[in-house]
């Protein structure tokens, strides 16, 4: 049977319109899912942190706006540390606490186990880093790293973590007129700090605290 070149054409012009209609279905999902993702993270700009909430401190701080100041500390490098700034800024910026815009701020105080935590925590990322695929893959990666904290960027990611927590505290006790109310914060890091920067700020901090 002799297929004529109209009908060939036709063929082309067929396939052609149903790989379109593929694509833009496919983009559009992908959109859908970045968008999806977007309102998740901004979950974060309004969830507080639950070790200020559990201590009944006023108008504390989100996590959104703990892990900006975190990545600011980044910008604190000299550049002659032998770190990669842009992974560490990822890790604070995009994944270190990012679960908790699904599963909430969870502490030693709220009863969960730290095998539970862990695993509630996966799941969430999981479920987030599918709505950005193939983007995700670098999502999980990050997030891992920073789990497991045996890379020099984890480490120095976590060190921030709790530089930025004991730098709140005495925030907090400066401007509610409750000096030492929040020893446990500098109790619970102490000796814990690897970081030569980090660790001279830590001392700094300790210094004015002892000055007032």
């Known amino acids: 049977m002799k297929i004529s070149l109209f009908q060939t054409a036709n063929a082309i012009q067929f396939s052609l319109k149903q790989r ?13 899912g970045i968008v999806k993702f977007l309102e998740i993270v901004g979950n974060l700009k309004h ?49 270190h606490d990012l679960a908790e815009s699904l ?20 799941e969430a990322m999981q479920q987030i880093a599918n709505l950005i695929e193939p983007r995700g893959k670098h999502l999980m990666e990050l997030f891992l790293e920073y789990e497991e904290n045996k890379t020099p960027e984890s480490k120095f990611v976590k060190d921030l973590d709790r530089l930025d927590m004991v730098l709140q505290a ?4 400066k401007r509610d007129e409750c000096l030492k109310k929040h020893q446990e914060f500098f109790d619970s890091t ?23």
């Not at 599963?103 to 509630?120: A, F, L, Q, R």
């Not at 102490?190 to 007032?212: C, M, S, T, W, Y």
Request: charged share 30%.
């Open 170 to 173: 005495f925030e907090y006790e």
């Open 190 to 212: 102490n000796g814990k700090f690897n970081h030569p920067l980090v660790i001279n700020l830590v001392e700094q901090i300790k210094a004015q605290r002892d000055a007032l």
């Open 20 to 32: 379109s209609a593929m694509m833009s279905t496919n983009s559009e999902d992908s959109l859908n």
């Open 103 to 122: 599963v909430g701020d969870i502490t030693p105080y709220c009863g969960i186990s730290k095998e539970e935590k862990k695993k509630k925590e996966m």
């Open 47 to 95: 969830i507080k942190r639950a070790g200020w909430v559990l201590r009944n401190v006023p108008n504390c701080e989100t996590v959104a706006g703990h892990m900006y100041r975190m990545s600011i500390m980044t910008f604190l490098l000299e550049g002659k540390e032998g770190l990669d700034r842009v992974k560490c800024l990822e890790m604070e910026a995009l994944v």
